[in-house]
């Protein structure tokens, strides 16, 4: 429940949960028929608030059977209350007549007569002569006597007794009038408020054992439904004592089942929280306290699941980026040597087609043939170099196989060599002297590959060729070596600079006040509920010591008028 407080009031998501609510309520409303009956229609208060037909209270002396009334059940905690609207002067008799059947124990009234200048409610009990009213009123078969009235500020609390002419039988009833809850709002603090629905309870009007007490404004859905839900599910917590498994929602969309529209705006929804934690927190402060810690200890988790998911992600896009800027281009593919003529290793098909048009591969014996594996790059093929001669066109083919080849990989390396210093050039610091050395080990490598060929030109012996091929491929087993050596070195071991380290450092530092902000505001919460209520307990003090005062003041002054005028005769 902290929680949903919390995330609504940082999202401001009050409406749109207070639609949603209206939506799903009204796709399970009931029928209204007896409501919208030509002559039950001028029983309406509004015209938009009628009672459901499966709940509605049916007056048993009748006719009419109809009264804007329903009874609001809730099993599961027994309790029921009955929902109505503020009486009209000619539905006044109908209200009391209701009261009797249903054996009603007290009336809870939140709102006043008049508001905002406009008639709210029929004045259906006697105030008093105190009150500048009548001691009792008469309606047809009933009579309401005015007993004693208590109260303060906020809310007064009246004795009036109930009599029934038919039978002769008289019944005494409390009237609970809030006075200080204003039409589509809320009251001024969860505190005062609580105190009415302490002394309600208090008086045992709500228990099982009498009939169901009236609760009504003026409509009878905003400020009733309110309070109906408030002492509901504190009802409820009490039962289970753990907050954090009722559902506000819930319990609202059960009770609207029984009378259209309760709680009437988002402010009042929002109200409904407040008091019931406010109210958990005074009956329940051990419940209270545990819910606490436990959203305290969420928000916590939650905090750090957060903090190592940012973490991670950083560091997998950190890696990304490395490996996008590190990692070297693949090597290129070798040209294969090829021989001039057809080789043992041809298709069959290749060999008849050239035979078919007059060429032929000159062959030796299979005992004189050199054959040469390609191990390098794993392959398995095997380069025929059976048709080698001391001819010119022998020679010039071997030029030809032989110096493409050694020119491409001297390219591969210089290649490799740029891409290093240009991506590298900033690590070169940080990694000492092992990339000069892969370095200079290639170039050597590459010098001493233009050596042999220079030396080659001459006479391309098989021996040499030999030798040329066994450098080529030691310097691509080197070369991939030093690519392998390079990534893992790059890769493997991550060191985070000191501008790294001081963005994980603030990132931290953001989340952890993130989670000191949330905790203030809930303690925030917490003692401004607790200021409110001490200054307006403070305010009453001290508005009765101004009171005790000025009467004091003014017994003096009329003792000392007395006492002047009695001593001078």
């Known amino acids: 429940m902290l929680a949903e407080l919390e995330q609504l009031d940082e999202s401001k998501a009050w409406p749109r949960l207070f639609q949603r609510l209206n939506l799903e309520a009204s796709q399970k409303a009931g029928s209204l028929t007896a409501a919208r009956l030509p002559e039950n229609r001028r029983l309406n208060r509004y015209r938009d608030v009628l009672p459901y037909d499966h709940s509605r209270i049916i007056l048993k002396d009748g006719p009419p059977d109809y009264i804007n009334a329903n009874l609001v059940k809730v099993p599961r905690l027994n309790r029921s209350y009955i929902l109505t609207q503020g009486p009209l002067p000619h539905t006044a008799k109908h209200f009391w007549q209701m009261i009797w059947e249903q054996n009603t124990a007290a009336i809870v009234m939140l709102n006043r007569v008049v508001e905002k200048n406009q008639v709210k409610c029929y004045q259906y009990w006697p105030c008093g002569q105190a009150a500048e009213h009548v001691d009792q009123l008469d309606f047809e078969d009933f009579k309401v006597y005015f007993l004693k009235e208590i109260g303060n500020d906020y809310f007064t609390i009246r004795t009036l007794e109930l009599e029934n002419f038919v039978t002769g039988e008289r019944r005494s009833l409390y009237h609970f009038h809030y006075m200080t809850w204003p039409d589509f709002g809320v009251p001024t603090s969860p505190a005062t408020f609580l105190a009415f629905l302490f002394e309600v309870r208090k008086a045992g009007v709500l228990s099982p054992d009498v009939g169901p007490s009236v609760v009504h404004c003026s409509a009878g859905i905003g400020r009733s439904g309110t309070f109906v839900m408030v002492d509901s599910v504190l009802k409820e917590i009490e039962s289970t004592g753990d907050m954090d498994q009722i559902s506000i929602t819930d319990v609202l969309l059960e009770i609207r089942q029984y009378r259209v529209g309760l709680i009437q705006t988002p402010d009042q929804l929002r109200f409904t929280y407040l008091a019931i934690l406010e109210g958990v927190k005074v009956l329940m402060p051990e ?88 191990s390098s790059e794993g392959s398995d093929e095997i380069i025929d170099l059976s048709s080698l001669s001391d001819s010119e066109n022998s020679e010039h083919s071997m030029e030809n196989v032989r110096e493409p080849s050694q020119v491409s990989m001297r390219e591969d390396i210089q290649e490799r060599n740029k891409f290093s210093d240009g991506k590298d050039k900033s690590q070169q610091a940080e990694k000492g002297s092992k990339l000069p050395q892969h370095k200079n080990q290639l170039n050597n490598d590459v010098e001493k590959t233009d050596k042999i060929s220079e030396q080659e030109k001459g006479e391309p012996t098989e021996t040499g060729l030999q030798e040329t091929n066994k450098v080529i491929q030691d310097t691509a087993i080197q070369l991939q070596e030093t690519n392998e050596g390079l990534k893992h070195e790059e890769g493997g071991e991550f060191i985070p600079t000191s501008n790294e380290t001081k963005e994980t450092e603030s990132a931290t530092e953001i989340r952890r006040r993130k989670r000191e902000e949330r905790k203030q505001k809930i303690t925030n919460l917490v003692e401004n509920i607790k200021k409110n209520v001490q200054r307006e307990e403070d305010a009453k003090v001290w508005k ?26």
């Open 287 to 374: 419940v209270y306290q545990r819910a606490t810690n436990n959203h305290l200890k969420t928000n916590e988790e939650r905090g750090d699941d957060q903090e190592n998911a940012e973490q991670n992600s950083t560091a997998d896009a950190k890696s990304e980026d490395d490996s996008e800027v590190e990692t070297p281009p693949p090597v290129p593919p070798r040209r294969r040597l090829e021989a001039a003529a057809g080789t043992a290793d041809e298709p069959e098909a290749k060999r008849s087609r050239l035979s078919e048009r007059g060429i032929t591969s000159q062959k030796e014996p299979e005992g004189d043939k050199d054959v040469f594996t390609d």
């Open 544 to 569: 009765s010591r101004l009171k005790k005062a000025v009467i004091g003041a003014a017994i003096c002054s009329i003792a000392y008028v007395t006492f002047r005028y009695l001593s001078s005769g």
